[in-house]
């Protein structure tokens, strides 16, 4: 999807896909990550999750990376958290306590050698279709490091039930894309009834959604 699409949906306030609490697999996850004390962490298209305010409290210093005004200053309204703003390039920074978030266009971050313990993607590249899924995955490679984890959640079904946002994207996909430098390990894999997503049977979903949640390590 072009970024004007997802800067219309928060304009417009059809953001379904926004968990008000965070995402619990994440919260039941974390202690096995063994990351080092206060890591650094990136949230690619990040919107306004609450995660966020999990992993700071946890000790991390975290960076977003959204492309609507409107989710980052909600983030910050929602949380009654005050900020002090910058500017980098293309990108307004919006900084409180060991949150940053950049607004701006994620594929256009700036390159930090690796400097990130961990990029937590909540369902990122299942925002993406098929063609911007390879070059948002050449990023998050560029981005990462020799000790850089990598958690991804994303969701499986028939492609053909439902027209994407989100989309489905499969393991065998995820790994073509990052296994020549991570092995992967499954935390939490749930299959949802399609009845659970009333927005998706609209749409045609029909099957059971599969959820998966993995970490990448590098090899």
Request: hydrophobic share 35%.
């Amino acid at each position: 999807m072009e970024l004007s699409y997802w800067e219309s949906r928060w304009k417009k306030d059809k953001t379904g896909f926004h968990m008000p609490g965070g995402y619990s697999a994440l919260k039941s996850h974390w202690p096995k990550l063994t990351l080092p004390e206060a890591p650094a962490v990136l949230v690619p298209l990040c919107g306004k999750s609450a995660d966020m305010i999990f992993m700071e409290n946890q000790g991390a210093q975290v960076k977003g990376v959204e492309i609507s005004e409107k989710a980052v200053r909600s983030f910050f309204k929602e949380n009654d958290r005050n900020f002090e703003t910058d500017t980098f390039a293309d990108f307004t920074i919006r900084r409180s306590g060991n949150i940053q978030i950049w607004q701006g266009d994620f594929m256009k971050f700036p390159d930090t050698k690796g400097g990130f313990d961990l990029i937590y993607d909540k369902a990122a590249i299942v925002a993406l279709p098929p063609k911007k899924r390879p070059l948002y995955a050449d990023k998050v490679l560029s981005l990462s490091g020799p000790g850089t984890l990598v958690l991804i959640d994303h969701f499986i079904y028939p492609q053909q039930e439902m027209p994407g946002p989100p989309f489905s994207v499969g393991s065998e996909e995820i790994d073509s894309y990052f296994s020549h430098r991570f092995s992967s390990r499954l935390l939490e894999e749930n299959e949802i009834p399609a009845g659970e997503f009333i927005p998706f049977q609209r749409r045609g979903l029909e099957s059971p959604l599969t959820e998966r949640f993995i970490l990448m390590k590098p090899r």
